[in-house]
């Protein structure tokens, strides 16, 4: 209970009043000139449930019996001149939601009147922040926080706090330590980076754009060796015998001899004996051709 409220703060509860009185009360009214009274609607605060104000300034020369009700709650005072008196009526019972009423007399004269709804100001948890303007309201915490708990520290936000989490950095899911669950790749047996799976050949690596399959190089074709039809083996002295010009296979043959021009000389895709005896040592080269070898032969033949 509060009274004999100085007059500079009565002044400026005064001056609240009137801002406030379009919207939470009557327009104040007077008993007598110079005698004012007020009714402030509850709230709800931090520490305290809501309750209802009411007072009395009065300016006159003369003292004045004020008396406030509030619900079935009903308190006297006497107001000096000059002075003012209030009540706090924290003995109201307190109802969230439902109709609360007051009344001011003055001199026995009802001079003022509101009424209206208690607000909700529960605390389910209890941490001293009303569940209206709680953002956790059945979990306590400080009122800086928005009445919710301080959470430890958690980097990742993985919802798994630092000191509890395996992998502070990455998030992950509890379940896994805080780490992320990790799939395993699938089995590549040869390690050519091809799953077994879809792997051609899954023991023996090779290229994905091969199936998985090593590629393999086809060995060069054998080739075949390249046959001509051979010279005369005797030859008379200062005859004439004709040379293979091709091999069976097609290829030019070109004809070589580095014997004694007395015994024979190539010439002209023949082979000339010459007027001396021996032995007449013949070299037959050819290209190579389609699935043939290149032809080297070498020959002899007797001039007599």
């Known amino acids: 209970m509060?009274?004999?409220i100085p007059?500079?703060?009565?002044?400026?509860?005064?001056?609240?009043?009137l801002v406030l009185a379009g919207v939470f009360g009557t327009t104040p009214a007077s008993a007598t000139a110079g005698v004012t009274a007020e009714i402030f609607p509850p709230f709800c605060s931090t520490n305290e449930d809501p309750?209802?104000?009411?007072?009395?300034?009065?300016?006159?020369?003369?003292?004045?019996n004020a008396k406030f009700v509030v619900g079935t709650e009903e308190r006297t005072v006497v107001v000096a001149p000059f002075d003012g008196a209030a009540e706090t009526f924290f003995l109201v019972p307190y109802v969230p939601n439902e109709v609360w009423t007051a009344q001011v007399y003055v001199n026995d004269e009802l001079v003022k009147s509101d009424s209206g709804t208690w607000p909700d100001c529960t605390d389910t948890d209890g941490d001293g922040v009303r569940d209206i303007g709680d953002d956790c309201p059945t979990v306590p915490g400080p009122a800086e926080n928005g009445g919710c708990p301080l959470l430890p520290p958690d980097t990742d936000g993985d919802g798994v706090s630092d000191a509890e989490d395996q992998c502070p950095s990455v998030a992950g899911p509890a379940s896994n330590g805080g780490c992320p669950i990790v799939t395993p790749p699938p089995p590549d047996t040869?390690?050519?980076g091809v799953s077994d799976a879809e792997d051609q050949c899954p023991s023996v690596a090779g290229p994905a754009s091969n199936g998985g399959c090593p590629i393999v190089t086809p060995p060069p074709p054998v080739l075949a060796d390249q046959t001509l039809k051979s010279p005369a083996k005797v030859l008379k002295r200062g005859k004439t015998a004709k040379l293979a010009k091709v091999t069976h296979q097609g290829a030019k043959v070109k004809w070589q001899s580095k014997t004694s021009k007395k015994v024979c000389v190539v010439k002209a895709g023949k082979?000339?004996?010459?007027k001396k005896k021996g032995s007449c040592r013949l070299t037959a080269t050819a290209a190579a051709v389609p699935s043939f070898k290149t032809y080297t032969g070498k020959f002899t033949v007797k001039v007599k």
């Open 271 to 274: 082979l000339v004996a010459g």
């Open 51 to 64: 309750n209802v104000f009411t007072g009395v300034s009065n300016d006159t020369a003369a003292s004045v």
């Open 190 to 192: 040869d390690g050519d």
């Open 7 to 17: 007059k500079i703060l009565w002044a400026l509860l005064g001056t609240v009043a």
């Open 2 to 4: 509060l009274k004999n």
